[in-house]
């Protein structure tokens, strides 16, 4: 009997240690490079300590962070710089620009990774730029105020969200022209779309909801709601949004609620709201899903999520006012 | 008198105690009742009140009711200590405390069987309230509740032994309601169990003072760290040497005559 206890007890035991090797050996290679609104740097985060490892000095008030197809390179939206700057990831120097028109404040890759497109807040236009002759292809009279930005999983369509025009504009990446718009809730900031390319989730900031819109009708199919205990309503702005890889889970950053929200898509309903720092921004997963970080501006952090458990693990001090981030896998 | 005699009386004091706890239902019910509110009706108003800052041993932001809960369990050990230490002061005039003064092993033996009974309760209590807890989503990775048994039980030896102690020598707390003004609440109030320090050091000065010295703050810390897989050495080199000081007081004290003065 007490054997037997025993070996359970090692079994357990030892799979659980293989967990920690193999979750260590799936974390280790992996940095996150988070935005500094107001430091104007970027905080990277070793994903297998949790530890701010360095910080890479950049233009004014970066925000949007995307990395090019290799992972060499990063693209950083300096909004007060009026610029995109190229980051070396290799030697952490800024090696060029991309001239992105005033204000870019988010920024999205064509999946062919030629084409870099940007939204010009003050100038309601989405810039679309050549990355190889760091050149502006084309520019897309879109809403006022446009924010976030998706492009398909085809390249086929690009699509800007105007915060203050409250819709969802669809953009033909052949002809680079405005095909149609969607009206969504007040204020909508970031859109993901499903990887069939079929569903676009869009988040309303002012409007509290998440919109879930059918790529072919361009309609809303089901608007979620969000409600938490002793947090006024106001207070709930859903910004960042991300979907998992097996589509089951939508995560939200709610704003200034503190809190992230998950959606069941099975369901079709908010599952739970995880408590992170104030006012959670911008979302990203590591390269397995295992982790999901937020930034969260007011509390100078990012939380950082484990996903198979649905539990906020640990929050990491950044600089100020962390904004946007991205995760690199360091060898593949 | 050999090893075996002390084995048998240290096992039925703590049989007999232990039954008697499972036979009174209500006792239960009402040690469980007092941290539940705590825990469901008054937490439930501070929820945002403290995701503003990562403390120790908290990795990242948490919600009021999971500050709390260590704090909640301490109660539960204070109440139970003091409650148990009491009614052996009542019992030695009469029936079983009687009896078993009358037993050939020495006494302070017999009392600090009696104390670690008492600890076993808090134990249990603490479990049960720790269980419930779960229903408010206050959650404990199971590791957690592993390393909490040892602190609970330092806790409770310290706890159950003070209240023996107090009631040995001060005669005017014979009974509950003066215990709870002078013991109990002014123990759990000015104490990390309710905000965390630095927060009293923003409200005022002298009071963060108090709740730093206060023996309770460390009882707090110390299962608060121990949840989370975490020992607290500073709080563990007061609280065990304090420990021994207060149990070795207490049963030196203890008299096996009335009125509680020897």
Redo the contacts between chains.
Sequence with gaps: MINKISHTITTKLSGCLALALLSFAAHSAELAYVTNEKDNNISVIDLASLDVVKEIPVGLRPRGIIFNKEQTLAYICASDSDTVQILDLATDQVIGELPSGADPETIALHPHGKIIYTANEDDALMTIIDIESRSVIGQVDVGVEPEGLAVSPDGSLAIVTSETTNMVHWIETKTNTNIANTLVDSRPRAAEFTKDGSQLWVSSEIGGTVSLIDVASKKIIKKFNFALNGIHKDRIQPVGIKLTANERFVYVALGPANHVAIIDTKSQEVTKYLLVGRRVWQLAFNHDQSLLLTTNGVSGDVSVIDTAKQKVIRSVKVGRYPWGVAIRQLSK | MNLSHYYVAFLGIVSRELHRFFQQRTRLLSALIRPLLWLVVFA??F??AL??S?MEPY?????YQTYITPGLCCMIILFNGMQSSLSMVYDREMGSMKVLLMSPLPRPFLLFCKVFATALLSLIQVYIFLALAQLVDV?IDFMGYITAIPAVFLIALFLGALGLMLSNLIKQLENFAGVMNFVIFPMFFLSSALYPLWKMKEASLWLYWICHYNPFSYCVELLRFALYEQANTDTLMVLIPITCVVVVLALASFSPKSGGRR
């Design positions: 439930a108003g929820r945002a995701g503003v990562i990795g990242t932001y948490i919600t959650e």
